[in-house]
C-alpha cells in the first residue's frame, strides 16, 4: 500500500513538475513573435512571406505546446501572418525561428545543432535558456531574457531596443 502511494506520489510530481503556467504561455505568445521581428534579417528567414515558427517540444510539454500553436497560429504581426508547426524533439529544415518547450539538457543539444542554421531560438521555459538564446522572465515586471552567448554564437542580428529592456542571463 504504501509502494502504491508513493508511485502516484512520484506520478503527480512528475506531472506538476512539467507544467507550464498557462499565463506564462499568455504572455510567451504575446511577445515572442513581437521578439522573433527584431531579429534584423527576418525579411530573408520568412516563408512565403509569413513568420512560419517550428515548436519543438518534449512529450512531457506536449499540453503546453499545443496551446501555444493555438495562441499563436495565424495571428498577425507587424503584417505578417504566422503559421505555427508541432514536432516532437525534432527540427523543421528552415523556419524563421523555433520555440523549444524542452528541458534544459535537450534544449543544449538542439541548440548545438540549430545555432548553425541562424535562427532565433527562444525557450518557453525560463529554465532551459542556456541552451537558447531568448526566454521571458517574470519577476515584478516581465522582461526578455537573453543569453548572449548564445546569440553571439549564432551571429544572428538583432534590433538593438531589445539589449535595453531586457535581463541577461550568464552561463556558470
Known amino acids: ?14 506531472l506538476c513538475a512539467s507544467s507550464i503556467n498557462p499565463a506564462l504561455l499568455e504572455i510567451e ?9 527584431l ?19 518534449q512529450n512531457r510539454y506536449r499540453k ?4 501555444m500553436k493555438k495562441l499563436l497560429d495565424k495571428k498577425v504581426v507587424y503584417g505578417k501572418r504566422i503559421k505555427v508547426v508541432l514536432t516532437k524533439e525534432r527540427a523543421l529544415k528552415n523556419p524563421s525561428a523555433y520555440i523549444l518547450f ?8 538542439l541548440f548545438t545543432a540549430l545555432a548553425k542554421k541562424n535562427r532565433l531560438i527562444l525557450s518557453a521555459l525560463p529554465s ?3 541552451g537558447a538564446m531568448v526566454s521571458i522572465a517574470v519577476n515584478s515586471k516581465v522582461h ?6 548564445a546569440i ?5 542580428k538583432l534590433n538593438p531596443i531589445i539589449f535595453k529592456v531586457s535581463k541577461y542571463y550568464e552561463n556558470k
Open 152 to 156: 553571439k554564437q549564432s551571429k544572428i
Open 1 to 14: 500500500m504504501i509502494r502504491i502511494f508513493f508511485l502516484a506520489l512520484i506520478n503527480f510530481y512528475t
Open 64 to 67: 503546453e505546446a499545443q496551446l
Open 102 to 109: 524542452t528541458d534544459s539538457q535537450k534544449a543544449k543539444k
Open 128 to 130: 532551459a535558456i542556456d
Open 144 to 149: 526578455p531574457l537573453l543569453n548572449p552567448s
Open 39 to 57: 531579429d534584423e534579417q527576418i525579411d530573408q528567414k520568412l516563408v512565403n512571406g509569413k513568420l512560419y515558427i517550428n515548436i519543438i517540444f
Open 29 to 37: 505568445a504575446k511577445l515572442f513573435p513581437k521578439i522573433i521581428m
